[in-house]
């Protein structure tokens, strides 16, 4: 069993930053590319910025420039720097990883972590 726990989410102003950070924890042998996604009300979940075991980066269009993904792969987190941010940033956050364990490979995901960006 795979654990994904997020944090640091929260209310901020436009402009402002936040950073998110998940945790990885259980049965893990790997992680493969660690992803953060979100969903705004009413809307679809979105994949926002996606990163590989050896560190290759991508970003949707809408958060380049603003967002950064980093991990730390001895400590198995994944953690999103959002700068600049906007009032359309608000979602609730979820943080997802291509894991293996000694019995299977799945993606897993955490609980989600609000962040709200209003003055």
């Known amino acids: 069993q795979v654990h994904l726990v997020e944090s640091g989410g929260g209310l901020v102003q436009p402009g402002g930053s936040l950073r998110l950070s998940c945790v990885a924890s259980?049965?893990?042998?790997?992680?493969?590319?660690m992803n953060w996604y979100r969903q705004a009300p009413g809307k679809q979940r979105e994949l926002v910025a996606t990163?590989?075991?050896?560190?290759?980066?991508n970003y949707a269009d809408s958060v380049k420039g603003r967002f950064t993904i980093s991990r730390d792969n001895a400590e198995n987190t994944v953690t999103l720097q959002m700068n600049s941010l906007k009032s359309e940033d608000t979602a609730v956050y979820y943080c997802?990883?291509?894991?293996?364990?000694?019995?299977?490979?799945?993606?897993?995901w955490g609980q989600g972590t609000q962040v709200t960006v209003s003055s």
């Open positions: 997802n990883a291509a894991t293996s364990t000694i019995l299977t490979m799945g993606y897993y």
């Open positions: 990163i590989t075991k050896g560190g290759t980066t």
């Open positions: 259980g049965s893990i042998v790997s992680i493969y590319t």
